[in-house]
């Protein structure tokens, strides 16, 4: 069976590097973080991850202002959401909010799995997982009951958590 994962979070926040990392990690794929794309997503690239007999297709939706309305566009074909924030950055933790609060009012999120990740949290400018965890928990509260969803630590470019979100995501994908 294949599963589609709509990945979601502003610019810079990690989102290709976690699929870089994600691809090494199932598919025994040397990661090179200089290969990753440090400029603003344009189109919506697919990379196609083998993992457990299935595959595991990995939307990557530019995190520009501009395009963050197109985000809803894309919800209805994909079995999960995975929303990545990143730790270091104070002020776009709050607009990173606001995003994905537009996103949950949408009737496409009704029932889709939510994952957020919580990225950079091994730099030392990075917020507390547990603050940012804390602040996000009233839009989760708010999703229908019933609504899968988790909020988890993420190391993108070192690769802490990376196995721990694919395996949710692909759990929860198939429900």
């Known amino acids: 069976q294949d599963f589609a994962v709509l990945m979601m979070g ?4 990690g989102k290709s590097t976690f699929i870089g ?3 090494e990690v199932l598919n025994f794929v040397k990661f090179k973080p200089g290969k990753v794309a440090r400029t603003p997503v344009k189109k919506t690239p697919d990379t196609k991850i083998a993992f457990a007999s299935s595959i595991m297709t990995f939307r990557d939706q530019s995190g520009a202002a501009a395009r963050r309305p197109k985000w809803l566009n894309n919800i209805s074909d994909h079995h999960s959401v995975c929303f990545i924030v ?6 776009g933790i709050n607009v990173a909010f606001t995003a994905l609060q537009s996103v949950l009012h949408s009737a496409w999120m009704t029932g889709v799995p939510l994952l957020i990740l919580v990225n950079k949290l091994d730099l030392a400018s990075a917020e507390p997982f547990e603050q940012i965890k804390q602040h996000f928990m009233p839009l989760l509260q ?4 019933g609504s899968a969803w988790g909020v988890m630590p993420l190391s993108a470019l070192r690769g802490d958590g990376v196995s721990d979100a694919v395996m949710w995501l692909f759990t929860w994908s198939q429900t």
């Open 21 to 23: 990392r994600a691809q």
């Open 86 to 91: 990143d730790a270091t950055n104070r002020e």
């Open 10 to 13: 502003l610019e810079g926040a």
């Open 142 to 145: 708010q999703r229908p009951p």
